[in-house]
């Protein structure tokens, strides 16, 4: 993985960080909770932890702050100050931090396999591979945007940075998709087709407009003509966890609770999305059902770590997990009280462990593209 120095290192090294946490797993939970407040003690002003809606409950109630990936980008921005980020959260997030941040910061992710499996699914070989397919097609500089979901790597987001194109995130797609046919009267959006499906309709566009992109066919798997025709080209990617939501599953719960209203994500299947009372960022739907009537009943298409901190929240809603596999991200899921210990503690003797460093090409044309949705907004 180019685009972090850090991901691997010599064997003594891994051997040594696995030495490390296999004794920090001998703590009891509460062991490990006394000592990360004293780490945070120590570190004081230095320190800021960043947490992600999807984080487990025993690693948000240590972060500072806590909100989906658009947040926690900009106050990776906010905080010059702050010598220490620890991102509790998944390595694209933790080089969105180090993009924004300056070089005299420490970002550190806890567990460096929190990955995304969607945003593995389109890499720079591929993107190249496809843009200059599009180029023996169409003069693709002047006709084509790139915009990349923040759910990206590094490289990505610098490949759009380069090209004139654009960062999103499920908070902003909308707003975003409307700044680029301000410029460009195509887009291809990468690298989850259901998010961009769903934005491109909310802007006006029709299925007919629309084409989705196999990196691993010829053109795609489309015709010349068909490619020129389309407004915007898809991605072939998507998010596990939000796929596990299906229309049957919308149709059971409304079944047995005629009140029941529905959110989801925006990463969600179009049959689930079309049946949906709202659609939304994390934010919203934290903000919605938050706001929401008491004896409201609320079935909630996104991660489970999310969906059951509300529950506890909202004891006064009845709140369900719309589907019935209870499934968290797995990768979410990796940084957990122990790897976050570890971190800490390292800072406090002077170790700067797991540290997230996006190559300076990378981070100057990255920033080009996440500066260009800030100026957005939502």
């Avoid at 898809?234 to 409304?254: A, Q």
Wanted: glycine residues 6%; contains cysteine; aromatic residues 8%.
């Amino acid at each position: 993985m180019q685009h972090n120095e850090v991901i691997m290192g010599p064997p003594a090294v891994l051997h040594k960080v696995a030495r490390e946490i296999q004794e920090y797993q001998s703590f009891t939970p509460e062991e490990i909770h006394e000592r990360t407040v004293q780490a945070k003690e120590l570190l004081g002003n230095r320190l800021v932890i960043l947490g992600h809606n999807y984080q487990r409950d025993e690693v948000i109630e240590f972060s500072d702050f806590q909100g989906d990936s658009l947040k926690l980008a900009r106050i990776s921005s906010e905080l010059p100050d702050r010598e220490y980020i620890v991102f509790c959260g998944v390595s694209f997030m933790a080089e969105t931090a180090d993009i924004l941040s300056s070089s005299d910061q420490a970002v550190v992710l806890p567990d460096l396999a929190a990955g995304c499996s969607m945003a593995d699914m389109a890499d720079l070989e591929h993107v190249e591979m496809v843009w200059d397919s599009l180029r023996t097609l169409l003069p693709v500089e002047e006709l084509v945007m790139p915009v990349v979901y923040v759910n990206s790597a590094a490289d990505l987001k610098a490949f759009c940075g380069k090209h004139g194109g654009i960062t999103c995130t499920s908070s902003n797609a909308q707003a975003v998709f409307r700044w680029a046919f301000e410029r460009r009267e195509k887009i291809l959006f990468f690298p989850d087709e259901h998010l961009g499906r769903y934005t491109a309709k909310s802007v006006g566009l029709q299925e007919s407009d629309l084409i989705v992109w196999d990196p691993y066919l010829p053109n795609g798997g489309h015709t010349p003509e068909a490619i020129r025709h389309a407004t915007v080209l898809l991605w072939k990617g998507f998010c596990s966890v939000h796929l596990m939501f299906r229309p049957e599953h919308v149709r059971t719960f409304r079944s047995n609770y005629p009140d029941l209203q529905v959110i989801v994500h925006p990463e969600c299947c179009e049959g689930v999305v079309e049946q949906a009372d709202l659609v939304g960022s994390t934010e919203l739907i934290i903000q919605t059902v938050s706001d929401a009537a008491s004896g409201t009943v609320w079935a909630i298409g996104t991660e489970l770590n999310l969906v059951n901190r509300l529950k506890r929240l909202q004891p006064d809603k009845k709140i369900f997990f719309l589907s019935p596999t209870v499934c968290q991200c797995s990768t979410m899921f990796r940084i957990d009280p122990i790897h976050l210990l570890w971190s800490l503690e390292n800072l406090v003797d002077g170790h700067v462990v797991n540290r997230i460093s996006v190559p300076a090409d990378d981070k100057l044309w990255a920033g080009r593209a996440l500066d260009r949705m800030m100026s957005v907004g939502c």
